[in-house]
């Protein structure tokens, strides 16, 4: 984006309290501030955790039996936990759960390790979700982005910095499933819940 606003072709324009990127053609109307430009956003720029919490609602709206797809680089392992409101999540993942939405990712090892940290709540809250997942070495996904694919939907979100890129575009929606259905390839797959209930055995006896 930064090459074509080089050539004129595209403008990064503040939009509330985030940035969008237009096409150059439309200029004219970004600086009328026309919001029917708005609408048509294909990259949609948001900062802080309650906006980014605001765009992981959208999720919510998928219907019974469709799926969200995610790639959670090893990069998001320092920051994850710290940066997610636990409440926010536990309301997600019951949310999930309740709408039998599923979800098929894959998670480097490190991010995978994560749950040996979580608290007996965190764990229950995670439990029980429609998913199938498939573990990779962190070496081969070592970048610190969770990313989200579903519908017409990309959401990368970077929990450090506290940024989420938004972006509607189904040639990279096909290119970001086609990627993950070669790590999927290369991953481990685990029975999640399984797993899951075992931590929780080992700290209740604990």
Same mark, same amino acid.
């Given at each position: 984006?930064?090459k ?11 939009? /509330?309290?985030? +940035?969008?990127?237009?096409?150059? &053609? /439309? ?11 708005f ?7 948001t900062?802080g955790?309650?906006?980014?919490? &605001?765009? +992981? ?11 969200v ?16 409101d636990?409440?926010?999540?536990? +309301?997600f993942?019951?949310?999930? &759960?309740?709408?039998?939405? @599923?979800?098929?990712?894959? $998670?480097?090892q490190?991010? +995978? &390790? $994560?749950?040996n940290?979580?608290t ?9 979700r ?7 070495p ?43 259905? @070669? ?7 685990i029975?999640? /819940?399984?797993?899951? /209930? ?9």
């Amino acid at each position: 984006m930064r090459k074509l606003e080089k050539r004129k072709l595209a403008i990064r324009v503040k939009f /509330n309290n985030h +940035f969008v990127w237009k096409y150059r &053609k /439309n200029l004219d109307v970004v600086e009328r501030g026309d919001e029917e430009l708005f609408r048509s956003t294909f990259i949609n720029v948001t900062t802080g955790m309650q906006e980014i919490v &605001k765009e +992981f609602m959208k999720i919510l709206h998928l219907s019974s039996g469709e799926r969200v797809y995610s790639i959670q680089g090893a990069g998001i392992s320092h920051t994850v936990l710290e940066k997610i409101d636990t409440k926010f999540l536990s +309301f997600f993942h019951h949310a999930i &759960k309740k709408q039998k939405i @599923i979800i098929e990712g894959v $998670i480097s090892q490190s991010v +995978f &390790k $994560i749950f040996n940290k979580m608290t007996l709540s965190q764990i229950s809250s995670h439990l029980d979700r429609l998913t199938i997942v498939y573990i990779l070495p962190d070496e081969l996904i070592d970048f610190p982005l969770d990313i989200f694919i579903f519908r017409d939907h990309v959401l990368l979100v970077d929990y450090e910095t506290e940024r989420l890129v938004h972006i509607e575009d189904r040639s990279l929606i096909m290119t970001y499933k086609a990627l993950l259905n @070669i790590a999927e390839m290369f991953g481990k797959k685990i029975d999640l /819940n399984l797993y899951l /209930n075992k931590i929780l055995k080992t700290k209740k006896d604990l």
